[in-house]
């Protein structure tokens, strides 16, 4: 967990509203999978959390979707330009020991992709199930296919995939699940949990990014509660309350 | 040689930045970026009587040059922090400010008495100017009378100086800044954040749960220069400044509005690394404006 500066290699648009930043950074090499670093984007004052779609030797890459005046700023920003980084921060998702069920919904994809890529290496099978709500906002079904994800798609609309929600497409598609690792809109959260044991990832407005603000906290069962930057983004199904 | 170092009641800082309450936790985390001895002081998070969970989320919204907060001092109870906080702050060779809070007059007290015993803790900073809170907070803040009164049962239950902070939520705060010191108070610590809103145009709602949340950060910082300057010409107690330092040269603003001291506040979440940057940054600030001392530079801004 460090600040770098990092020269931006590439920011651009790969589906509606949704864009692919690269950044040349020796801060991947520090990265677990569903972590996440923060931007300082110019111009505005909190840093934009946003998750690791892939972490490389000398690389970072991130996908974020325009969310308000911040990202927007951030989509504009070129290449060779530098922006301030701050991570890797968070939780991330454990490397079991098992196959793995992946199951995303819409920008909560990405953090899924440098997942599947640790689970494919260390040897283990990794169907991922990814819901959009249209095709023009479906993004990662290639790049999972190729690491080598059993990928199924659903689409609200029917556009891509099934019609309908990941949990339909699951059971339309006879995926057999076991342990499922998650990141996605709360609803989608909510099924996943009430359904099935694994690891979920949330995403809050938070400020500090460190656990020290206590901006983004969320309650446990017994009461306690959490920070979702600290010690989150990924928890355990059942440890706090969605 | 340029002398950072500043004496305050119970304070003996090596220099005048400390990270302000509710934006430092205890220190922890920071502590995984930098040696925190090298912070003039640490202003902790707000110790209340019992363990309280806040307000529900979202509790942060980005502003134009600043954030709202709506946290609700979330904190474990003060006999949580005596445990679990203190034993692990008493490592660091850097003062410690208590902030203290509670939603009645006897809950200020009941939070004093039990950190008296703490020799971690140097001087204790009452919190009557949290916006975000139904009972207590800005409530007494807000109101000369009730101000003096809990600064006074505070003072008499105090083993320690009590600093006052207040809330910048009022239309004359140098008769707040007078009432408090006439009660007994040490010092000032000022401004808490100012009360603001945020709506979402596309639900037509408040962005924050708690609907309003205090505003920081450097969109405050000429108000806080304002209202230091007036409470400094005011009172005879020093003040802490506090209100949106990002940079060195806000510190010399803060120093000539007339603040001893100062605290950083929302620029730790922007920069983690603010405060020690702010710390090396200094002597040439000084240097650059003819100085030799932070001490000499307090009230130069009305000084005759």
């Given at each position: 967990m ?8 590439s ?11 690269v950044?040349?950074?020796?801060l ?5 999978c569903?972590?996440?670093v923060?931007?300082a ?12 779609h ?14 308000g ?32 069920t992946?199951?995303g ?7 899924l992709?440098e ?5 494919i ?5 990794v ?6 709500s ?5 993004i990662?079904?290639?790049?999972l296919?190729?690491l ?6 659903a689409t ?9 929600t ?17 990141c996605g ?6 099924a ?32 306690d ?7 989150g983004?990924?928890?355990r199904?059942?440890?706090v309350?969605? | 040689?340029?002398?950072?170092s ?12 400390i990270?302000?309450?509710?934006c ?9 970026l930098?040696?925190?001895?090298l ?8 110790a ?5 969970f ?6 942060i ?19 949580y922090?005596m ?7 008493a ?16 809950g200020?007290?009941e939070?004093i ?9 140097k ?7 949290c916006?975000?809170v ?6 007494l ?36 800044a007078k ?17 603001g809103m945020?709506?979402d ?20 910082r000429p ?7 007036q ?11 506090v ?15 007339g603040?001893?001291?100062?605290e ?17 940054a ?13 001490r ?9």
């Amino acid at each position: 967990m460090r600040t770098a500066a990092a020269v931006i290699v590439s920011n651009e648009m790969i589906a509606r509203d949704i864009y692919r930043m690269v950044l040349k950074t020796d801060l991947g090499q520090e990265v677990t999978c569903g972590q996440f670093v923060q931007v300082a984007v110019p111009g505005y004052f909190l840093r934009r959390p946003i998750s690791v779609h892939r972490a490389y030797e000398d690389k970072l890459s991130l996908i974020y979707r325009i969310a308000g005046d911040g990202t927007r700023t951030m989509s504009t920003l070129k290449a060779g330009e530098t922006v301030d980084l701050f991570g890797p921060l968070g939780s991330g998702f454990p490397l079991l020991d098992e196959d793995v069920t992946l199951i995303g919904g819409g920008v909560g994809v990405p953090p899924l992709v440098e997942t599947a890529f640790r689970y494919i290496q260390a040897g283990y099978r990794v169907t991922a199930v990814l819901g959009f709500s249209d095709k023009d906002v479906l993004i990662c079904r290639d790049e999972l296919e190729e690491l080598g994800c059993q990928v199924v798609i659903a689409t609200m609309d029917g556009s891509a995939g099934y019609q309908g929600t990941v949990l339909d497409a699951i059971e339309q598609a006879d995926v057999p699940v076991k342990t499922v690792l998650a990141c996605g809109p709360l609803p989608m959260l909510k099924a996943v949990a009430a359904r099935y044991d694994g690891y979920i990832s949330l995403e809050e407005r938070m400020a500090c990014g460190i656990g020290a603000c206590m901006g983004c906290v969320i309650r446990t069962p017994d009461g306690d509660s959490r920070r979702i930057c600290k010690d989150g983004p990924v928890f355990r199904i059942g440890e706090v309350e969605l | 040689m340029i002398d950072l170092s500043v004496s305050l009641p119970g304070l003996e800082l090596k220099n005048p930045i400390i990270p302000a309450s509710g934006c430092f936790g205890f220190g922890r985390e920071f502590a995984e970026l930098y040696d925190l001895n090298l912070l003039g002081g640490i202003a902790i998070k707000s110790a209340t009587p019992e363990d309280r969970f806040g307000n529900p989320t979202p509790r942060i919204a980005e502003t134009p040059a600043g954030m709202l907060n709506a946290i609700g001092l979330q904190n474990h109870g003060v006999d949580y922090i005596m445990d679990h906080e203190l034993p692990w702050l008493a490592q660091f060779d850097t003062p410690i400010l208590a902030n203290v809070a509670a939603s009645t007059e006897e809950g200020y007290v009941e939070v004093i008495r039990k950190l008296n015993a703490s020799p971690v803790i140097k001087a204790y900073e009452l919190n009557i100017s949290c916006p975000n809170v139904k009972h207590g907070g800005a409530a007494l803040g807000t109101n000369p009378e009730l101000a003096a009164r809990v600064t006074r049962m505070a003072c008499e239950a105090a083993e320690k100086p009590v600093y006052v902070k207040l809330s910048p939520n009022v239309t004359d705060i140098a008769a707040i800044a007078k009432a408090v010191e006439a009660a007994g108070a040490d010092g000032l610590v000022l401004i808490n954040t100012l009360l603001g809103m945020r709506i979402d145009l596309r639900t037509g709602k408040p962005v924050l749960a708690n609907q309003t949340g205090g505003l920081s950060g450097p969109a405050i910082r000429p108000v806080a220069v304002r209202m230091v300057w007036q409470c400094a010409q005011a009172v005879n107690i020093p003040i802490i400044g506090v209100g949106g330092i990002e940079r060195a040269e806000d510190v010399l603003e803060f120093l000539y509005a007339g603040a001893s001291a100062v605290e950083v506040g929302a620029r730790n979440f922007a920069d983690p690394y603010a405060c020690p940057k702010i710390i090396s940054a200094l002597p040439d600030v000084l240097t650059k404006y003819g100085l030799t001392s932070v001490r000499e530079a307090t009230g130069r801004s009305f000084r005759k």
